[in-house]
Structures are given as structure tokens and as C-alpha cells.
């Protein structure tokens, strides 16, 4: 069984900055995409960036220029890098790898692994 390990979380001030981490049991290059997902309070959860084997990166409009996702093949890790956080971006952040795709970006239900989640708080 894969396992995904997100780590980083905590509580950050609104224009403060986080990086999380996403620890993978296995090659990261195995997967075709591996995306970060927010799920905020009482809503679904939301595709924030994603970034396939390649290195091709995808970012949902809010975030970019703010966010950064990269990848260590070496560290079997995927960072995502967050800077100039709102309150709105408050949730539980998981990351989520995809063996293969269909489409030209990997859905959500298309996920083959998802980690547990770290939590993300911004205050106001």
C-alpha cells in the first residue's frame, strides 16, 4: 500500500508563508501527477497545484504567483510553498498521486493514493 505523508502545517498570520510536505513510501517518479488539494470548512475539497512526471506544473488561479509546487525525486517528496497566505486558504491541505491520467490534467477522482492531511490555518 502507498502511503502519503503530509507534514508542515500550523498556524501562520495572513501575509505569512508555509511550506508543506508530502513524503511518499515509494518513487514519486512511478506516479504521473501528484496534486495538492485545500479543503476548507464545510466545503469540498479544492484543487490548489499539481505537478505531473515530467515537471509540468498547474495552479489554480488564486494562488498563482504565491504558490510554488516542486518535487525531489531523491527525497521521494513534494513541497508545496506558500506564500502571502489569506484567511480563506485555511483547511486541511492533502496531497494525492495519480498512476496514470486520461485527460489533459489529472481529476480528483482519477487519484489513485491521498494522504491524511495537514492542517492550515491563516488568521485575519
Known amino acids: 500500500q502507498v502511503q502519503l505523508v503530509e507534514s508542515g502545517g500550523g498556524l501562520v498570520e495572513a501575509g505569512g508563508s508555509l511550506r508543506l510536505s508530502c513524503a511518499a513510501s515509494?518513487?514519486?517518479?512511478?506516479?504521473?501527477?501528484i496534486g495538492w488539494y485545500q479543503q476548507a470548512p464545510g466545503k469540498q475539497r479544492e484543487l490548489v497545484a499539481d505537478?505531473?512526471?515530467?515537471?509540468?506544473?498547474n495552479y489554480a488561479d488564486s494562488v498563482k504567483g504565491r504558490f510554488t509546487i516542486s518535487r525531489d525525486n531523491a527525497k521521494n517528496t513534494v513541497y508545496l510553498q506558500m506564500n502571502s497566505l489569506k484567511p480563506e486558504e485555511t483547511g486541511v491541505y492533502y496531497c494525492?498521486?495519480?498512476?496514470?491520467?486520461?485527460?489533459?490534467?489529472?481529476?480528483?477522482?482519477?487519484?489513485?493514493?491521498w494522504g491524511q492531511g495537514t492542517q492550515v490555518t491563516v488568521s485575519s
Open positions: 494525492a498521486a495519480g498512476l496514470v491520467r486520461y485527460g489533459m490534467i489529472l481529476s480528483e477522482n482519477e487519484y489513485d493514493y
Open positions: 505537478i505531473t512526471r515530467t515537471g509540468s506544473t
Open positions: 515509494e518513487r514519486i517518479f512511478r506516479f504521473n501527477t
